[in-house]
Structures are given as C-alpha cells and as structure tokens.
C-alpha cells in the first residue's frame, strides 16, 4: 500500500490578523513518517502555520487535511484527538508532579473518563514507552521542577509522544540547550520520527545540517523554497533572507 503517502496538506492557506497577511498563500505537503523542518527569519508566519494547524488560529482561506480528513474549523481538542501534538514555547510541565506523574496526566488527556476511573496503579505501557524514549527513566519518580531544561524539554516531549499522536509539531526544541542536549535531542528527533511525522521549526542551521532531511523556507508569509538542507542552504534567496541577516 502507499506507505508513503501525505499525511497532512495544506492548500491556498491564507491568514490575516487585523488586515495584515501572516500566511499569504502557504502549499505545503508532509509525507507520512517525515522529518521535516521549517525554518524561516522572525515574523516569517512559522507559529501561525502551527497554531493553524492544531486549531489555535483559523484561516481566512485554504484548507488543511490531516490523513484524509480536513482539519479547518474544528476545535483544538478535536484536533488532539485525531492524533496532532504539539509544543509550546511556554512549558506545560508540572513541577510539582513527577515525571512519571506528568507523562501519565499527558497520557490520560486522550483517556476516555471511563478508562481513567478504572485505571490501575503503576505505569502503563505508553508511559513505559514515552520515558524509555526520552531517556529519563533514571528520573522517572523526581519532581520534575528538579529538571534540567533541556530534561524538562525532554519530557514535554515525553507528554506529546504518551498523546500517541500520528502528527508531533515542535517549536524550537532545541532552544536554550547546551551542545550536549542539542545533540541528544538531535537523536531524540530521529527516534521519534521512526514511527511518528514530525514538524520541527528550527533556526539553528548546524543543527539542521545533521539532523535534517527536508527542509521548508517560510518568508513573508509564503514558502520561499523547499528541498534538501544543502539545497535550501545553498540557495542565493535562502541566503540573502535567512542566512545573510
Ligand atoms: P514566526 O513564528 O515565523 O516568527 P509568526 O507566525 O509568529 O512568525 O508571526 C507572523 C507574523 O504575524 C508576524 O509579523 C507577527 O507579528 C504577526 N502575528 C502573529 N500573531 C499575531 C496576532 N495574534 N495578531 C497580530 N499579528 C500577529
């Protein structure tokens, strides 16, 4: 079957705020189990598509389709519950709560009520599966506000993948992160897009010369070019927006 087909596209997506055009005619396709960053100079309209997408911000024209289904008008939750995830720039974690607790609540967000009453103790598989993943097992039953932060990024993380979403849309992962988180953070990607699509809007251009595989240039609220890192990096128009500044 067409294991690679599209799995989230959006057509002709327009967005205005207050007579001003954030998005301005945005086609994008991502294929199902892609990596795909989106880069982009500030104000280039990269968190407007995210916010489109999960339902925060709705378009003044176009379409978005998730797996078939359009996505456009639909409420937030109902958007989580088709399987799209995302991060904040803000954290969601509780710091009071352990990072098993954390995970648990993120996973139980998906829960119908019937299930989250019969809950039995210990952690469920998904929970297992989200820690193992971010690598914070050795943390698992530390109050998360003892988190580094690039652990704590780590486990917002976490919370996505215990969301089991088919979709994940990160902003700026690696933001604020030492050299060693980025890189562990870097693999962490890479694992995750085995079995998840994955949206990573990014500016840190090393970062994507090791870790990127397709590359999207938002400007002006528009794709500017799309293509592999050394494409897009080598391109003059990439360069005199992006990389010049
Ligand atoms: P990026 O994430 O690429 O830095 P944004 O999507 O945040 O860009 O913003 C795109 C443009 O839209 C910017 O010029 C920004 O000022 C504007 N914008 C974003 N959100 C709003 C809003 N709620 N109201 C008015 N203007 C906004």
Redesign the pocket.
């Known amino acids: 079957a067409g294991m690679t087909g599209s799995l989230l596209e959006i057509r002709g997506l327009e967005?205005v705020?207050?007579g001003?055009r954030?998005?301005n005619g945005v086609d994008l396709t991502v294929g199902e189990g892609e990596l795909r960053f989106l880069i982009?100079?500030?104000?280039?309209?990269?968190?407007?598509?995210i916010?489109v997408v999960t339902g925060l911000?709705r378009p003044a024209a176009g379409t978005v389709t998730f797996a078939g289904t359009e996505l456009t008008g639909r409420k937030e939750h109902r958007i989580v519950r088709l399987g799209i995830g995302r991060t904040f720039q803000t954290s969601v974690v509780f710091e009071e709560l352990t990072v098993v607790e954390n995970l648990d609540l993120a996973a139980g967000f998906r829960r119908p009520l019937a299930a989250l009453l019969r809950r039995r103790r210990g952690i469920s598989e998904t929970v297992a599966t989200a820690l193992d993943t971010i690598g914070l097992t050795g943390l698992a039953d530390r109050p998360a506000g003892v988190l580094s932060h690039g652990q704590r990024q780590w486990l917002e993380i976490g919370m996505l993948i215990a969301q089991r979403p088919r979709l994940l849309l990160l902003d700026e992962p690696v933001a604020g992160m030492s050299k060693d988180e980025r890189e562990r953070t870097g693999e962490l990607l890479t694992e995750i897009a085995k079995d998840h699509t994955v949206i990573v809007?990014e500016h840190d251009m090393e970062f994507l010369r090791r870790y990127a595989s397709r590359v999207t240039v938002?400007h002006e609220?528009a794709v500017l070019v799309e293509g592999d890192v050394a494409t897009v990096q080598s391109d003059p128009r990439v360069q005199e927006v992006y990389l010049g500044r």
Do not use: E, Q, R, S
């Open positions: 967005v705020f207050d001003f954030a998005i982009g100079p500030n104000g280039a309209g990269k968190t407007t598509l916010d911000t809007v938002l609220g």
